[in-house]
């Protein structure tokens, strides 16, 4: 299958899509909204008597598109830093394009805001992207999100399997993706991004 490759911005285990505005229907104007739902540890529900970790979503609001776009990444993962949430509603793009408000989700532990979501439906498939807070990286949120997203995406798109990419060097991002059921397909490849060239790999997973 060849894939069309566009300019995207890039955030820790995300990246977010950046569809001039002009094409038509490109976000996914069909949307259902999806009951909340909570996950404990392992995907399942807690055990009497022992607590779990408890993870809650909805559609992301406003305020927290301008928290995320402040997370700050350090080391190796400063390339995953976003531009202001400011200036991204200005040019219509990312997080700030307005027609795709209801593709992005907030993930939360409690009352603490862990990492967020873009489920963006394609003709054959369904592109996610994923952003965990910088703090919390390492912590499993990634693969419970992951396992959330997948209950989302075959709610809204039934039978379409999901794909993603991600910086073949982020070897932290490839294992926690290969533990929520993604495997790698096919070969390194070079794409360009807002910030440069750089070698992705695309992993799927058909099995919803």
């Known amino acids: ?6 300019v995207r911005l890039e955030t820790d285990r995300l990246i977010l899509r950046l569809f001039p505005l002009e094409q038509p229907g490109i976000c996914g104007c069909r949307y259902i909204r999806p009951p909340e ?3 404990g540890e392992n995907g399942q529900k807690g055990r009497p008597g022992k607590k779990e ?5 909805h559609i992301m609001t406003e305020p927290e598109r301008e928290l995320v776009c402040a997370w700050n990444y350090q080391g190796d993962y400063e390339i995953y830093n976003m531009p202001p949430y400011r200036e991204q509603k200005e040019q219509g793009v990312g997080l700030g394009n307005p027609r795709c408000g209801s593709n992005y989700y907030a993930y939360y532990d409690g009352n603490k ?3 967020f979501t873009n489920i963006l439906e394609e003709p054959q498939e369904v592109f996610i992207g994923i ?4 703090d919390l990286c ?9 396992r959330l997203t997948r209950e989302i995406s075959k709610t809204l798109y ?3 399997p999901l794909y993603l990419e991600v910086r073949s060097w982020n070897q932290r991002a490839v294992n926690c993706y290969k533990k929520a059921g993604f495997t790698v397909d096919g070969e390194a ?3 360009a991004t807002m910030l440069g060239t750089g070698s992705f790999l695309r992993m799927v997973c058909r099995e919803l």
């Open 1 to 6: 299958m060849e894939h069309k490759r566009t």
């Open 37 to 39: 739902r909570r996950l």
């Open 53 to 57: 970790k408890m993870i809650t979503y």
């Open 113 to 115: 805001l862990v990492g």
């Open 131 to 134: 952003g965990i807070d910088p």
């Open 138 to 146: 390492g912590q499993g949120y990634g693969q419970k999100i992951l």
């Open 158 to 160: 039934p039978g379409k």
């Open 189 to 191: 490849f070079e794409q």
